[in-house]
Every structure is written in structure tokens, then in C-alpha cells.
């Protein structure tokens, strides 16, 4: 039986942390909302038992998961990106949130004041926003992450133990979309964060991951998504 | 051997998700940072092997878990404010999660554009994000949980299954801190989910939940915290 993804069809967003997972370990899916254009997922939102508040979620067999951190808590174990000590799993789950909390501020860089409203709408405050985006939080998130990696006592290759998790693939999206967002403020925080840096070259080619990337199934950057490339928001 | 909760000594913040279950389940823990003023806290940030990125954390013997929705992930089972079923655990992790996105939007009515900078000179752009906050995503998350309890199996008692959980904790606070910081759009809001209002009204009656309301240990609600009353940001 295939897992079903539901998402938006024409953004990475969200949903791309769990299309990477999927990718990682050739796992069998299909993205549903890219054949019907959003109607199976909007109903489901609509009816189910236990409703997502929000896509990305996930649907195998009668059970529906939603959340990011949620989705890849239960799929880690069973595509197997996660380890098997509960300790370990309670980290690798709180380094996820900590990813999840980065990309909401994203999304807050160029809708800082009215999600509901366009970006035109709102640039002087985005611009605001950007800058202390730029200038605090990419350092202190990227910088908490090398410091993640520069302690695992399995080493610096993973962010947990001594094997590829989620949140290495997680890590890789975030770094992926910040240099597209940021090209500018991302590579000089990347200057200083080189263990962050190794770890997105190391996934992206990974044979899976590599594939993924090159095949149409990885939806380009746009400016509908999370990461979006407003030269004004750089610097 | 008690937990350790670390957390700013002076506000609700984020740590009161994690003080309410332990006041719920009678938990022995001890809010280090009310004795010390934060500097064990400061210092295990930075030495920890697994650092978490920020406050709260709890930590046990050898383990020190962040992120709220982590942390209450493991102590629910074992302060018994979780359902035994996986199915459903997962169900109130995704709850729980929801929560912690309003929270963080919460957070962002008074700090839209820069968190490094106060209020005060962020006043109109948080006038403006309080207003989609207000007008948009109350109703949204508010009538989310009003559907979920709605729908649950074992009636609209609790979120989830048929006792307690972390998660109903976790609503009354939201709805605590709603009335709190946004008076006339939460009473608004919420006299159209009433099965949330009730089970709000209904931890509030909890014998320990009370006992501890009346406490010492309960910090007011105040404009350092997350929910802060500005009555130019209601309406």
C-alpha cells in the first residue's frame, strides 16, 4: 500500500520535508494533490475523524497524520531515518521542531503582519523583518546546528548517532532554501557554520537524493512557496 | 528523584504548558529558575551534549528534553496525561503542535517585525498583525478545536479519548492567555466553540489545576510574557 501525501501542488512548502523522507529511502508514495489539484485533500480537511488543521499530512491505510514534526516522528521509525534508542528519537524529534520553528519565521520574513494578505502589501514591514531575520536568527539557528553536529559523540557526518535521519534531510531543505531566500546573508553565516555546509553537500548526494533533485518530481523554487527570492529582503 | 523545569523565572511563557501538567498529575518538579535567577539554566544550554535551542526544558537523571511539544510528548505517559494507544498519541502530539503555532503567532502580535526589539517600536505594524490575528486566526484555531472535540469518539468532553491529556491543559491555557491579552475578540470568538469553553471552564475546576491557579506558583499573567494586554491591539 502506498502512503498518500497531501499537499499543495505547485510549491514545496512544507510538504517537501516529507517528500525528502519519502525520496531518502525509495519509499512508495504519491502526491496526491498533483493529480487532482487539491480536491481529495480539501475534502478530507473537511470530513475527517481526527482533521489535520493545516496541510502537509499523510494518509496510510485509515490512518491521517499531520504536522511535520508529527508525520516524520511516525515515518522515521518505519522508512528508517530514525534510531532506535528513545532517547535518541526524543532528540532527533526536538531538533525537527527546532527546523519547524525556523521555517514559520521564514514564512514570516515576507508575510510579517497579515498571512491572509500578498507580500506587495507588506514590504516595509517584511523589509524590517528580513533584516533581523538576517542579522539574528539564521546565525543563532545554523550556529545551534553545527553546535548540534560538533557534539554528536558518533560525530559530525549526522545529526544524530551515526546514521541519516530526517532532520539531516531537514537540515538540507532549510540550508537548500535559505541560500535561494538568502544568497547572500546564507553564505556568509554558512562561512562560519562548515559542519552545516558538509552535511547539505552530503545529502544532496546521497544516489536518492540526487535523483530526486534532477527528476521533475522536485517542484523549483517559487514565490508562491516558504523560501522565496526577493532580492530587496537580501543583504 | 523530582523533574527540573527551566525556564525565565517571571513569566508564563512556554513553560506554563509544561508547569500545568505537572501541576495536573501532582508531579514532584522543581522550577529551578524561580531559586537561581536562570543561571543553571544559562549554563546547561551551553554545556549540554544535546543543547536545546532555547527554554523551557526539563531534565531527569541524565536526560534534558526541549521544545514544549517534545518535552510533553515523554512526560504525558508518564504522568498519565496521554492515551495508551499510539494511534492516538500521534493524534495528541498533532493537537498539541497546533497549539504551539498559535502560540508562536501570539507571540508575533507584539513582536511582527523584530524580536530583538520591543514593542514600543513596533507599535503599528503590531497593530496590524494583531487585527489579522484577531479577525483571521482565532476563529481559525479556536474553531479547529471546537471540531475536534466535536468529533471525538468518546464525546466532547476531552480532545482526545475519554480523560484527560496534556493538550486539554494546554487549551485552557491558550484560552486563559486569549482572554487575557484579547478580551473583547476572544469572548467573541469564543461564544461560537462552546464545547471549547467549556472544557476550559473544566480544567479551571480540576482540584489540583485550581490549587495551583490559587498558588503562589502561578505566575500573573504580564506584559513580559507571551499573551500581554494591550488594549490597542484588541478590538
Given amino acids: 500500500?502506498?502512503?498518500?501525501?497531501?499537499?499543495?501542488?505547485t510549491i514545496q512548502g512544507r510538504g517537501e520535508f516529507v517528500r525528502l523522507a519519502f525520496e531518502a529511502a525509495g519509499a512508495d508514495y504519491v502526491d496526491i494533490s498533483r493529480q487532482d489539484d487539491g480536491e481529495a485533500m480539501m475534502a478530507l480537511m473537511q470530513?475527517?475523524?481526527?482533521?489535520p488543521f493545516a496541510p502537509p499530512f499523510v494518509r496510510l491505510g485509515d490512518r491521517t497524520v499531520g504536522q511535520v514534526s508529527a508525520i516524520l516522528a511516525w515515518l522515521g521509525p518505519r522508512l528508517g531515518l530514525a534510531p532506535d534508542d528513545p532517547a535518541d528519537r526524543a532528540w532527533l524529534d526536538q531538533i525537527q521542531l527546532t527546523f519547524a520553528d525556523l521555517v514559520a519565521e521564514v514564512h514570516d520574513t515576507h508575510h510579517p503582519v497579515d498571512m491572509t494578505a500578498y507580500y506587495d502589501d507588506q514590504k516595509p514591514e517584511a523589509a524590517r523583518r528580513a533584516r533581523a531575520f538576517r542579522?539574528?536568527?539564521?546565525?543563532?539557528?545554523l550556529g545551534w546546528a553545527e553546535q548540534v553536529l560538533a557534539r554528536n559523540p558518533s560525530g559530525p557526518t549526522w545529526l544524530v548517532g551515526e546514521s541519516l535521519t530526517y532532520a539531516d534531510l531537514s537540515l538540507f531543505q532549510v540550508v537548500e532554501g535559505l541560500i535561494y531566500a538568502f544568497p547572500k546573508a546564507a553564505a556568509r553565516t554558512l562561512k562560519t557554520t562548515p559542519k552545516v555546509a558538509?552535511?547539505?553537500?552530503?545529502v544532496a548526494a546521497l544516489p536518492r537524493i540526487r535523483a530526486y533533485l534532477d527528476s521533475p518530481r522536485r517542484i523549483p523554487f517559487n514565490e508562491d512557496g516558504?523560501?522565496?527570492?526577493?532580492p530587496e529582503l537580501d543583504g
Same sequence: chains 1, 2.
Fill in 1 to 9: 500500500m502506498a502512503y498518500e501525501l497531501y499537499y499543495w501542488p
Fill in 198 to 202: 558538509a552535511l547539505s553537500d552530503r
Fill in 47 to 51: 470530513e475527517a475523524a481526527m482533521p
Fill in 135 to 141: 542579522d539574528h536568527r539564521i546565525p543563532k539557528f
Fill in 226 to 230: 516558504i523560501f522565496r527570492r526577493y
